[in-house]
C-alpha cells in the first residue's frame, strides 16, 4: 500500500463513470474497465465507485479484492439502502463530509481497509500454522517446509528458508520458492549472509529495503542479491541452531507488526519442532542401548573366565545348562555349569 504521507495513494474508478472529486496532488486517479476481473484493481491502493452507478458496479461483480469506498454526491436513500447491503468499506454521502475532504475519507478507507486484508490474512495463516502443528502424520521436515510456505505466503515474498549454523559455516537445509542462490544444501561463510546479524543479536532482524539499510560493498547484498529480508534465530537447548528466513525480490516498506509476530511465532514453533526431534532421537538411541544392555549376558570361556555376550551369542554358546531365550534379565544366573 501507498503511504500518504510520501507517495501519492491510487484510486481506481469505473472508466466511462464519474471521475472521484479529489486532490490530485495528494492521491492519483486511474480508469479501470467496467468488465475488468477482481485482478485489474490489484494495481490501486483503493477503489472509489460513486453514486448509483457505482453501487450497480459492485451488485455486478461482487466484492473488490482492495478497500472500497463509496460516494454519493446526491445523498440518495436508496444509494445509501442499498450500500448497506453491500461489501464497501466506506459509504460517504456528500452531507457526511462538511468541512472535510473526500480525500481525507478515501486515505482513512485504504488504511482500514489494509488494517482488514492484514487481519484476514493473518487469521489465515494462523489456521494454516495451527493445522500444520497438530498434523502428526508430517515429520519434522514436512513441517518445516509447510511452514515456510505459511509465512511466505503471509507476507507475500518469494522465498523462505531454514539455515544451519556452524560456527562461521552457513548450510541451507530447506527451502520455500524459487531463488537461483538460496537451494537445499548450499554453503556459504556465514559472515557473507544476512543472517550474520540475526546470530549476532539473537533477535529478528527486518530489513526492508536492503539497498537503502546496508551500507555499499555489504558482502550479504552482493552475494544473495536480495532486497529485502526477515529472519530470526532458532535456537535449541539455549544454542543458536540456524535462522528462519524471508525474502524478496524487490524492496517493500518495512513489516508490520502483525507480520513480525507472526514470523516469531515461526520461529518459535520451528525451534520446538527440531528440539522435540532431537529429544525423541536421543530417547530411541537411549531405548536402542538400554535393550541392548538388558539383553547382555555372561557366559563361561573355555578358560573358566567369564566373557560378556549378547544373548544371540549366548544362544549360540555351548551352554547345554542354559533354557532356550529365557525372558528374565536374570537368565544369566541360571547357568552353572559354564562352557562343555
Not at 495513494?9 to 486511474?30: A, N, S
Not at 481497509?113 to 500454522?129: F, K, N, Q, W
Not at 529478528?204 to 547484498?221: K, M, R, S, T, Y
Amino acid at each position: 500500500m501507498a503511504d500518504g504521507d510520501r507517495t501519492p495513494l491510487t484510486v481506481g474508478y469505473i472508466e466511462g463513470g464519474d471521475v472521484p472529486p479529489v486532490d490530485h496532488e495528494r492521491i492519483r486517479v486511474y480508469a479501470v474497465g467496467a468488465a475488468a476481473a477482481s485482478d485489474g484493481w490489484l494495481s490501486v491502493d483503493c477503489a472509489v465507485l460513486v453514486g448509483a452507478d457505482g453501487v450497480g458496479t459492485l451488485t455486478e461483480t461482487g466484492d473488490l479484492p482492495v478497500p472500497t469506498l463509496l460516494y454519493d454526491p446526491d445523498d440518495d436513500p436508496a444509494v445509501a439502502a442499498r450500500a448497506s447491503r453491500l461489501d464497501v468499506d466506506e459509504y460517504v454521502p456528500a452531507a457526511a463530509l462538511d468541512d472535510e475532504r473526500l480525500g481525507d475519507r478515501i486515505v482513512a478507507a485504504a488504511a482500514a481497509g489494509e488494517r482488514r486484508e492484514d487481519r484476514r490474512s493473518e487469521d489465515t495463516a494462523l489456521r494454516a500454522l495451527q493445522e500444520v502443528a497438530t498434523d502428526e502424520s508430517l515429520d519434522r521436515d514436512a513441517k518445516v517446509a509447510r511452514l515456510l510456505e505459511v509465512g511466505r505466503e503471509r507476507l507475500g515474498l518469494e522465498v523462505g528458508f531454514l539455515s544451519r549454523i556452524d560456527g562461521d559455516s552457513f548450510t541451507v537445509e530447506a527451502v520455500s520458492g524459487d531463488h537461483p542462490e538460496l537451494r537445499a544444501g548450499v554453503t556459504a561463510p556465514l559472515s557473507s549472509t544476512h543472517c550474520r546479524r540475526v546470530v549476532e543479536s539473537e533477535e529478528l532482524v527486518d530489513l526492508h529495503d536492503v539497498g537503502a539499510v546496508l551500507p555499499e560493498g555489504d558482502p550479504a547484498g552482493d552475494r544473495w542479491s536480495l532486497s529485502c529480508y526477515l529472519g530470526g534465530a532458532v535456537v535449541v537447548d539455549g544454542d543458536v541452531y540456524g535462522t528462519l528466513c524471508f525474502a524478496g525480490d524487490s524492496p517493500r516498506e518495512p513489516f508490520a507488526a502483525s507480520e513480525r509476530t507472526f514470523v516469531e511465532l515461526l520461529v518459535a514453533w520451528v525451534s520446538y519442532e527440531i528440539g522435540r526431534d532431537r529429544r525423541e532421537q536421543s530417547l530411541r538411541r537411549y531405548r536402542a542401548v538400554h535393550e541392548t544392555v538388558e539383553g547382555m549376558v555372561f557366559v563361561a570361556g573355555r578358560e573358566a573366565r567369564l566373557e560378556l555376550a549378547t544373548r544371540p551369542l549366548a544362544d549360540r554358546s555351548n551352554c547345554r545348562s542354559c533354557p532356550p531365550r529365557p525372558s528374565s534379565r536374570d537368565w544369566s544366573a541360571s547357568c552353572t555349569t559354564g562352557a562343555s
